[in-house]
């Protein structure tokens, strides 16, 4: 069982900078088309200073933190039995190829449901830009399966 003292946890902030390359192999990744996600020219003719960051990359670049799951053993999380529960996401402002993002993450909520069964770590997540402007916020859900 995880401990709810670690509610509140902090893991340690990770910066990333968002290169143009990956956001194109991205955007080809997911079938985008838009050129503004492709080519510089056509980001600067829609008006953005940059390419800009698809919404779901967040997700990419989070991941790219060193040890990604290090904080998983703080917890006493055994990877082997977790599963992806929800994730929601909320902008407050754009990012672009060149920023670099800050992800702030602390675990707001532990709890169980089915006789112990089953665990929920429920983790919020903060991005902000090298200026300190709030990016996104992200907020996910993982289910530990006991038993």
Not at 11 to 27: K, M, N
Not at 33 to 42: F, G, H, I, K, R
Not at 113 to 137: C, M, P, T, W, Y
């Amino acid at each position: 069982m995880i401990d709810p003292c670690h509610i509140g946890y902090v893991s340690p902030p990770f910066t990333t900078e968002v290169e143009r390359g990956r956001l194109r192999f991205f955007a080809k990744a997911i079938g985008e088309t838009d050129p503004v996600y492709l080519e510089e020219d056509a980001a600067h003719a829609a008006g953005y200073p940059g390419l800009p960051v698809p919404p779901t990359f967040l997700f990419c670049l989070e991941m790219d933190r060193p040890a990604p799951y290090g904080w998983f053993d703080d917890l006493g999380i055994e990877l082997p039995k977790v599963l992806h529960g929800e994730q929601s996401f909320v902008y407050h402002a754009m990012a672009y190829a060149g920023d670099c993002l800050t992800f702030a993450a602390r675990v707001r909520d532990i709890y169980s449901k089915k006789g112990g069964l089953l665990e929920f770590v429920v983790q919020d997540n903060q991005i902000s830009n090298q200026r300190g402007e709030l990016i996104a916020e992200f907020t996910r859900t993982l289910v530990i399966r006991h038993g």
